[in-house]
């Protein structure tokens, strides 16, 4: 079920308002049944994955905590290779068996096509999949006791407002909040429905319209100036920010209406003024799970320089198999690994003797750059393949093709909704950069007429040039 759908237009106030009506007693009860509509809403089927797992990890932890010794990291282990194993067969099983027929066929073995098998990827299995690994990982480091109600700890998992597409959670920041009582709240009402609507806002207005266009540029670039293909590029990395962090704003602002708190996601990361400001703001839930789990798991900063590079690159290019099966993301976060390690090589080296160090101009310069790179490494990860990617960047910064660059034309930005759409850009900018009249509450208590007049504006926008076509959130076929 899409956040951007007449369904869930009619599902959320719904369950809300069952949510309210029921006795505390019942309330994870009706929560995991919503939760289970909601899921099977978009492939009954593989609900039973999510069963299976969570059976798994439910008597893993119970078991982890009640063990000694050697045995609570078996339980541990067996927890980890049951996630693990979901994700491998259902993700990156295909994956493993196309490179190996390209394999067979590189040293000329024939007759040996492996084939593929026809399974179609469970929604959001990546993210549901590290939320319950970090619950069995924090039982066994000590941090979270074991879950005893089943149905609670299945709720953990299956939270219909984060279940496709995150934030990931921790168990000690979620699990007790389903054991309390939340009352009705007009301040988590006004700041739960502000936040899902400059979601909304965020998706249907800005990604779904720049969609278009990214896709026209990144389908046939040969067939555009190369001005028009870089445009497409900038395009993209607004469209997945706005995308992805829309929904993340519905998400915990659906929560946050119910009276739950879930972290923050975003913290605008394209004013970040280094690359490693950037991966502290950008998915911040993913970011901080890998730092956590797999990071400082390989030694982290605890080691000698040499094994502190290898720890960081790692950790990326698991990154961004992550995202997808294909060499596309692993490139992508190949990249992002040798960006983090040169920028902590540079400001130990020359951070003190930067004469703009501290300065507004030497952040502006900063941001620039950061953006610049940020989307040179989304072409990877919007290209259909390394050999697209590298084309496009070869045709838009080729010194041969530079004289032709150029601006749409009316004709080629009507692909993307009108004229309007450098309007929606600006309009994008600002909001990007003021998300202060979003996220901090009270800010503009002030100035009610401020805060009224920009609500008014986003709800015009929504209702008049929002884009209801059943468009998926990218981050879903993660």
Not at 62 to 90: D, H, P, T
Not at 162 to 189: C, M, S, T, W
Not at 210 to 224: G, K
Not at 465 to 471: H, K, P, V
Request: hydrophobic letters at 50%; one cysteine or more.
């Amino acid at each position: 079920m899409l956040f951007n759908s007449l369904q869930f237009l009619l599902f959320f106030p719904v369950v809300t308002l069952l949510y309210f009506l029921f006795p505390q007693r019942y309330r994870w009860l009706l929560l995991l049944t919503a939760s289970c509509v909601f899921y099977c809403a978009f492939y009954p089927p593989y609900i039973l994955i999510l069963f299976f797992t969570i059976a798994v990890d439910y008597v893993a932890g119970i078991y982890i905590e009640k063990s000694e010794g050697a045995r609570r990291k078996q339980f541990l282990i067996m927890s980890i290779i049951a996630n693990v194993g979901v994700l491998a067969i259902f993700k990156y099983f295909n994956f493993f068996l196309n490179n190996l027929n390209h394999l067979l066929h590189g040293l000329y073995i024939e007759g040996h096509d492996l084939g593929f098998w026809k399974i179609m990827l469970p929604i959001g299995l990546s993210f549901h999949t590290f939320q319950a690994m970090s619950y069995t990982i924090e039982v066994y480091r000590g941090n979270q006791k074991a879950e005893r109600h089943l149905g609670i700890y299945a709720l953990y998992v299956m939270f219909y407002p984060q279940l496709v597409a995150g934030p990931i959670e921790r168990p000690q920041h979620l699990l007790h909040q389903f054991y309390e009582k939340h009352e009705f709240d007009l301040g988590n009402l006004w700041w739960g429905l502000r936040l899902m609507l400059w979601g909304l806002f965020k998706k249907a207005v800005i990604a779904d319209r720049l969609e278009v266009y990214v896709n026209t540029m990144f389908n046939q670039p040969d067939s555009y100036h190369p001005g028009n293909v870089t445009l497409g590029a900038v395009f993209f990395a607004f469209q997945i920010s706005c995308d992805f962090s829309g929904y993340s704003d519905i998400a915990i602002g659906a929560a946050r209406v119910m009276g739950f708190s879930l972290v923050s996601n975003f913290d605008r990361p394209y004013l970040s003024p280094d690359i490693a400001s950037f991966w502290r703001k950008w998915h911040i839930s993913l970011s901080t799970w890998f730092r956590d789990y797999v990071y400082i798991s390989l030694g982290g900063n605890r080691v000698s320089p040499l094994r502190r590079n290898f720890n960081l690159f790692m950790t990326f290019l698991i990154s961004g198999l992550w995202h997808g099966a294909s060499w596309t993301f692993v490139v992508w976060g190949a990249i992002h690994g040798v960006y983090v390690m040169v920028y902590d090589y540079f400001r130990k080296a020359f951070e003190p003797l930067n004469p703009l160090k501290g300065t507004l101009i030497g952040k502006a310069i900063g941001i620039f750059f950061t953006f610049f790179i940020v989307t040179v490494a989304w072409v990877f990860f919007r290209a259909g393949s390394i050999g697209e990617a590298v084309h496009i960047l070869h045709y838009t910064i080729s010194p041969t093709h530079l004289t032709w660059f150029t601006f749409p034309t009316i004709n080629e930005v009507t692909y993307a909704g009108g004229w309007h759409l450098f309007v929606l850009l600006l309009f994008a900018f600002l909001l990007i950069s003021e998300e202060v009249l979003v996220r901090h509450e009270g800010s503009f208590t002030r100035f009610r007429w401020v805060d009224s007049m920009w609500l008014g504006i986003v709800v015009f926008l929504v209702l008049t040039m929002g884009i209801y076509n059943q468009n998926a959130f990218i981050y879903f076929q993660f």
